[in-house]
């Protein structure tokens, strides 16, 4: 299969994913899930060198967000608050960062 097939495919079940994640799927389990499988073809099929670590940072950015607060002028990290991120939303950041990557390297590429 082309490589340009599959960035297809891959930004197809994307914009589905999303679409589904914004308005459609009130299903924590359903979202886990359908948010795993989007991230797994990624980095089986598209993955670009240095990917893996923008993900990672980019899955920590709504668990800093969620898990710290901030009283008294100071910034606490309550690891109680983790408890309530579903594992969509840091799944969901990291593939957002990583398919905004190659977006912009295929754009740039031609």
């Given at each position: 299969?082309?490589?340009?097939?599959?960035?297809v495919a891959?930004?197809?079940?994307y914009f589905?994913?999303?679409f589904t994640?914004?308005?459609?799927?009130?299903?924590?389990?359903?979202?886990?899930?359908?948010?795993?499988?989007?991230?797994?073809?990624?980095?089986?099929?598209?993955?670009?060198?240095?990917?893996?670590?923008?993900?990672?940072?980019?899955?920590?950015?709504?668990?800093?967000?969620?898990?710290?607060?901030?009283?008294?002028?100071?910034?606490?990290?309550?690891?109680?608050?983790?408890?309530?991120?579903?594992?969509?939303?840091?799944?969901?950041?990291?593939?957002?960062?990583?398919?905004?990557?190659?977006?912009?390297?295929?754009?740039?590429?031609?």
């Open positions: 299969m082309k490589k340009e097939n599959i960035i891959f930004y197809i079940l589905s994913w999303l994640v914004a308005f459609l799927m009130p299903s924590l389990k359903v979202l886990n899930y359908f948010t795993g499988i989007v991230t797994l073809f990624y980095f089986v099929f598209l993955r670009e060198k240095g990917d893996i670590f923008l993900y990672i940072i980019a899955c920590l950015i709504p668990v800093l967000i969620g898990a710290t607060t901030f009283s008294q002028w100071q910034f606490k990290f309550n690891t109680n608050l983790l408890n309530y991120i579903p594992i969509w939303l840091p799944l969901s950041w990291g593939t957002t960062v990583v398919a905004l990557r190659k977006f912009f390297i295929l754009i740039n590429s031609k």
